[in-house]
């Protein structure tokens, strides 16, 4: 009797561990995926020659860096927030045929693949 209660202990010890381990790698890996696509966004930055197409393509990378730093401090909401204005800069940005359109366009698609993801 003992020794199967022993086994139900140990067994559910190992789950949490288990579901705690998932939980870190999934928060490093939706932190690299903000810090990629902010990357990324930064990268379109150097072919804008307006001077608001660049401003919302800076404002749109340090709100996905700074979702990411939210997603590894356990802050899932204010990522989300973050995340959402991004999207509104991308959007802008979109809307005002600013250069590359297509790889704007991705970035904010891929800003709300993470944003549901959390």
């Not at 804008?48 to 197409?53: D, T």
Request: overall charge neutral; aromatic content about 6%.
């Amino acid at each position: 009797m003992v020794n199967l209660h022993f086994k139900r202990i140990l067994i559910l010890g190992l789950l949490t561990v288990s579901f705690n381990t998932n939980a870190q790698t999934d928060k490093n890996v939706l932190m690299q995926r903000c810090r990629d696509l902010s990357e990324n966004i930064i990268s379109l930055v150097y072919s804008q020659g307006r001077s608001s197409c660049v401003e919302k393509l800076s404002s749109a990378s340090m709100e996905v860096e700074a979702a990411g730093d939210w997603i590894m401090a356990d802050n899932p909401l204010s990522a989300k927030q973050e995340l959402e204005h991004a999207m509104f800069s991308l959007q802008y940005a979109e809307l005002n045929s600013c250069n590359r359109y297509i790889q704007i366009s991705h970035a904010k698609l891929e800003a709300q693949k993470i944003r549901n993801l959390l």
